[in-house]
């Protein structure tokens, strides 16, 4: 697929997203959710020489999306900062992406998609009960059950459509970056962050309190492992087109380059 007809279909979907997602009355309360260009990058890509129409393709996308915005709204529920009028409508706007997503898929009747996100819901949400309830003293198994959370929805739809695992873990793997430089940024403005606070909890339990410069330090080791992990992926990856390895360059280099 040319990299202009790429950008396109890309730029086509964000637009119907944001067309199906708008609802006058909870956008006068609440904030319009904010698209997730990356992963409908990636998702597209990854339908790149499939047999499904135009059209299909979009709407597939379009629907695992709106999942996703689903289990965002909802998670962001609990954030302390707004009103309890905010959060309901928040619990609200999240039923109703969840909703135009199984209705979507309805319409195509495409029953294993809708089995296939159901599916990656549910295993992204025991995940985040094993963050909550965490215990356990081991980094990486905490980092595990962050990165399901970041891409079980993305890593579902690549299963389903059959997508070589080597690009699923890839995929993983750069969403798992984002997040990491997500919360890098947040600790260095000062944010309040679930999953800080739990790394912190498990070096607590660990017997080791850390500063403020440890704790940078410990994400941006994290950051650089990350990156270097999609380096060596990218190599093995030759096929992918030049705008997604701009766009991984372009993100590692800011989130590495911002803190």
Not at 113 to 138: M, W
Not at 176 to 195: D, Q, T
């Amino acid at each position: 697929m040319a990299v202009c007809n790429f950008e396109q279909q890309v730029d086509s979907i964000r637009r119907k997203l944001q067309q199906i997602c708008s609802h006058q009355f909870l956008y006068k309360h609440i904030e319009p959710p904010e698209l997730d260009v990356d992963q409908i990058h990636l998702m597209a890509y990854s339908l790149r020489d499939s047999n499904l129409s135009s059209e299909e393709r979009e709407v597939y996308i379009i629907a695992t999306m709106l999942a996703n915005l689903a289990l965002e709204t909802h998670e962001n529920v609990s954030n302390r900062n707004i009103s309890m009028k905010a959060r309901q409508l928040k619990v609200l706007a999240g039923d109703y992406y969840s909703g135009l997503y199984y209705n979507l898929l309805s319409e195509y009747r495409n029953i294993e998609l809708i089995k296939s996100i159901a599916s990656a819901i549910k295993t992204i949400n025991e995940h985040k009960i094993n963050l909550i309830q965490f215990k356990g003293e081991n980094l990486n198994s905490y980092l595990q059950s962050v990165k399901k959370i970041e891409s079980g929805l993305l890593e579902q739809f690549c299963h389903h459509f059959q997508i070589p695992i080597k690009y699923i873990e890839f995929f993983s793997e750069f969403l798992f970056l984002k997040r990491v430089g997500k919360e890098l940024k947040w600790l260095v403005n000062g944010k309040f962050s679930f999953f800080l606070d739990g790394i912190k909890n498990i070096h607590i339990r660990n017997s080791k309190e850390l500063s403020l410069e440890e704790e940078k330090k410990m994400l941006t080791d994290i950051l650089n492992e990350s990156r270097d992990k999609l380096d060596c992926m990218m190599k093995d990856l030759n096929v992918l087109p030049s705008i997604v390895h701009l766009r991984i360059n372009e993100l590692s280099d800011t989130l590495n380059g911002g803190c």
